[in-house]
Every structure is written in C-alpha cells, then in structure tokens.
C-alpha cells in the first residue's frame, strides 16, 4: 500500500535551519508532483512548496522563496525541503503530500495521497 512518511521535524531557534523528508513506499510517483504543506493551530492548510518527480521543476510559497529549498532523490523515493532562515510563523505542523496533475499544484484537494506529517517549531 502506499505510505508517505515525514520525519526531521523538531525544535529550532529563529535563524536556524532543519531538513524535513518524506519517505514514499507502495508505488513510483514518476507522473506525480510532490508538495509540502503546513498547517499552524487555527488556521488552514497551506502549500509551502513543490516539485515534479519527473524532470524535477519546483514552485514556492511566496512566504518561503529564497529560504526554503524542495528536492527529490528519485532513486530512493524521497523529497526533502531543506529549510532555512527560519521564522516563528514557520512553527506549523508539516505534511507532504503526492497528487497527480501534470502540473504544481497549491490546491489541497489535487493532492490525493497524505503523509501523518511532523512538528516544526521555531522559538523567538
């Protein structure tokens, strides 16, 4: 069956740095876009980034361009967004996410496979 699973989430100082993966099993997703969501307390699940299995284009938040960075190592069905210059308004609850439109998606629901997510927390 397929699985998606997050980890390298924790506890940061603002400034810092963490490197989030998303290990994918079950099937290959060489058509699909892979993106990063987040969701703080009270608020909306938003796209933070995403990449294409294939071919490798990515697409940013506006909020996250030039801090964070999405990858893929296609080999070992895994994306990774290596994030930095964190803020506080980063601290969020993160998920990655596959979806399968031939394009990059920001919409929650053109995703249809969901990891469990992991915690970021980026202290003042």
């Known amino acids: 069956q397929v699985q998606l699973v997050e980890s390298g989430g924790g506890l940061v100082q603002a400034g810092g740095s963490l490197r989030l993966s998303c290990a994918a099993s079950?099937?290959?997703?060489?058509?699909?876009?892979m993106g990063w969501f987040r969701q703080a307390p009270g608020k909306e699940r938003e796209f933070v980034a995403g990449?294409?299995?294939?071919?490798?284009?990515?697409a940013y938040a506006d909020s996250v361009k030039g801090r964070f960075i999405i990858s893929r190592d296609n080999a070992l069905n895994t994306v990774y967004l290596e994030m930095n210059s964190l803020k506080p308004e980063d601290t969020a609850f993160y998920y990655c996410a596959a979806g399968p439109r031939p394009y990059i998606s920001m919409r929650r629901d053109e995703y249809n496979y969901w990891g469990q997510g992991t915690q970021v927390t980026v202290s003042s």
């Open positions: 079950g099937r290959t997703f060489s058509n699909y876009n």
């Open positions: 990449i294409r299995w294939s071919g490798g284009s990515t």
